[in-house]
């Protein structure tokens, strides 16, 4: 009996680490994917000088907004679900201006991917606060305030918090911030 329980439990947590292992691997990937030079390249240079899209105010989503969502109890799942679903919107935007034959097409379709399955495994309950955003995110694109912002600012925006929130967990490495701290 005791034993049965012991393996339960074993399993349990076999379980639950090989979500966090995944989890890691697909976090570890999109980091990979938006290092500055990637995001200097496929967003910056390859886009016209002063390029800007127009997005929701809910869709420049930064550190800032994440210290105040946790100081208001938010935790780093709703945040992390948040997050994704933002990032998933932005490229999908992207992804529309785009010509099939840009040379930024291919990465930012590999981005959506990464970010689709993300999404499989993040949690779907959500306080009201994040409802609320949610739901203003979902609003039609004609009402609301709106922001022009270029590619790149909205993916390094992407990129820090992507380590606020993964960093620890996964041990994510920056190449930039490790030269920096040197
Ligand atoms: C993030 O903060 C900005 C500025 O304070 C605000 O306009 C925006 O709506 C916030 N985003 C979210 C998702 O809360």
């Not at 938006?34 to 105010?57: A, E, N, Q, S």
């Not at 945040?79 to 992804?95: F, H, Q, S, T």
């Not at 912002?149 to 925006?157: E, F, Q, S, Y």
């Amino acid at each position: 009996m005791q034993r049965g329980i012991l393996l339960f439990l074993c399993i349990l947590a076999l379980g639950r680490t090989a979500v966090i292992y995944k989890r890691c691997q697909v976090t570890r990937a999109l980091n990979d994917k938006l290092l500055y030079d990637k995001r200097l390249t496929y967003l910056g240079d390859y886009f016209p000088k002063d390029y800007k899209m127009i997005v929701r105010y809910e869709e420049v989503l930064r550190c800032q907004n994440i210290t105040s969502l946790i100081n208001q109890g938010i935790t780093v799942e709703e945040l992390r679900y948040l997050w994704g679903i933002v990032n998933e919107d932005i490229l999908i935007k992207i992804k529309e201006v785009l010509p099939d034959r840009h040379p930024s097409f291919g990465y930012i379709t590999e981005l959506l991917k990464i970010f689709k399955e993300l999404l499989l495994d993040t949690i779907t309950h959500q306080t009201e606060i994040i409802q609320d955003i949610m739901e203003r995110l979902r609003k039609p694109d004609d009402t609301g305030p709106r922001k022009s912002v270029r590619p790149k600012a909205l993916l390094d925006n992407c990129f820090r918090v992507l380590y606020a929130l993964y960093e620890e967990e996964c041990n994510l490495c920056n190449p930039s911030s490790r030269l920096m701290a040197l």
